[in-house]
């Protein structure tokens, strides 16, 4: 009897290991958020996600936390000849466009130097500011945010 | 005969004047052929030239405002409706495009000199250009813009925050039009120094 449970347990704990080796015998054995993909094979592409045209405004979640976008951003050009996130976001034009004002950390150089206008390195909003598509995450995240931007 | 005695061009005024039945029906109908012709003629020009294959059959404009276009809102868009070149660029009614029409032969000059015949002359030139049309959009209160975009039917419980809080109050109280806030809509943009609002 003893014997027989064993033979029944090494044949089916031969025929996985198979099973499974044969599934992921292209696959290195990761398994990654993809799914179960051969390597040489296209997965089908997930939709795209939508950004909102306008949302309310992101709660931070760290000190100097570059603020989530809350608007959709397309086509907004920003480059040598002009700077469209500005046209909005400028101390000249936050008045007429209701938008948030660029805080004082954007005139300053590295060297903490006052400029009287936009810092060459926060010229480029994009490298820090991204607006967000209106998709769940694909991971669970139990991050806090520090004491005094938490509710 | 009272005619002899009167010169060359008063007896063709007498025969304008008083012609006899056949002469005049030759005249009118001569007249009303060639008024076909030539009328026909003349608006089917205008029409060809009022196309998107014509305003892109000329190197300049495909390789430069026309690759820029095709990334933007009225190109490629959720309702597939498009806005193609004159309809942004030519007046509709009649009077409007002739004016514009003949301002566009100094156009056909700097396309026979090369004046923006490389990327480099068109982008250099951009500026003087864009300012041209936004002082056209500004003096006609966006007129073309408007052929499509008709204020009165803006629903904005539709539109964005953003949208709102700028068309229920500048466009709407008249204080300013769709090119003094929508620049760029269809181009890349040239040196905004200078220009009100941007930096």
Excluded at chain 2, 55 to 72: G, K, L, W
Aim: proline share 3%; aromatic share 8%.
């Amino acid at each position: 009897m003893k014997k027989r449970l064993t033979i029944v347990a090494f044949v089916s704990l031969l025929t996985s290991i198979i099973a499974t080796n044969v599934a992921w015998a292209d696959m290195g054995g990761v398994q990654s958020l993809r799914g179960l993909e051969e390597l040489d094979a296209n997965n089908t592409a997930d939709s795209l996600k939508r950004v909102p045209r306008d949302r309310e405004t992101f709660e931070r979640d760290y000190l100097h936390q570059p603020p989530l976008i809350p608007h959709q951003i397309r086509g907004y050009k920003v480059d040598l000849n002009s700077n469209k996130c500005l046209s909005c976001h400028s101390w000249q034009n936050y008045k007429k466009t209701g938008a948030t004002k660029v805080s004082m950390t954007h005139f300053e150089t590295r060297d903490g130097q006052q400029l009287s206008d936009v810092s060459p390195r926060r010229y480029f909003c994009n490298q820090c500011h991204v607006p967000q598509a209106d998709a769940k995450p694909l991971v669970d995240n139990n991050f806090n945010s520090v004491k005094p931007l938490a509710d | 005969m009272a005619n002899q005695n009167k010169g060359l061009i008063g007896r063709y005024w007498s025969l304008l004047t008083n012609p006899t039945r056949i002469a005049m029906g030759i005249i009118l109908a001569l007249g009303f052929v060639a008024g076909i012709v030539f009328w026909g003629g003349f608006n089917t020009a205008l029409e060809i030239t009022n196309t998107e294959e014509f305003c892109i059959s000329c190197h300049e404009m495909e390789a430069n405002v026309y690759q820029e276009y095709r990334e933007t809102i009225h190109y490629s868009n959720r309702s597939g409706v498009r806005a193609t070149c004159p309809d942004c660029h030519v007046p509709k009614d009649w009077t409007h495009k002739i004016i514009r029409k003949i301002a566009a032969s100094k156009e056909v000059w700097g396309k026979i000199t090369g004046l923006i015949d490389t990327r480099e002359k068109f982008v250099e030139h951009r500026k003087s250009m864009a300012l041209r049309e936004w002082k056209r959009m500004k003096e006609n209160d966006s007129r073309e813009c408007r052929n499509c975009h008709n204020f009165e039917s803006m629903d904005f419980s539709e539109q964005g925050r953003r949208s709102v809080t700028m068309h229920s109050t500048a466009l709407a109280s008249g204080e300013k039009t769709c090119i003094d806030c929508h620049k760029g809509i269809a181009h890349e943009l040239p040196d905004m120094e200078g220009v009100e609002g941007w930096h």
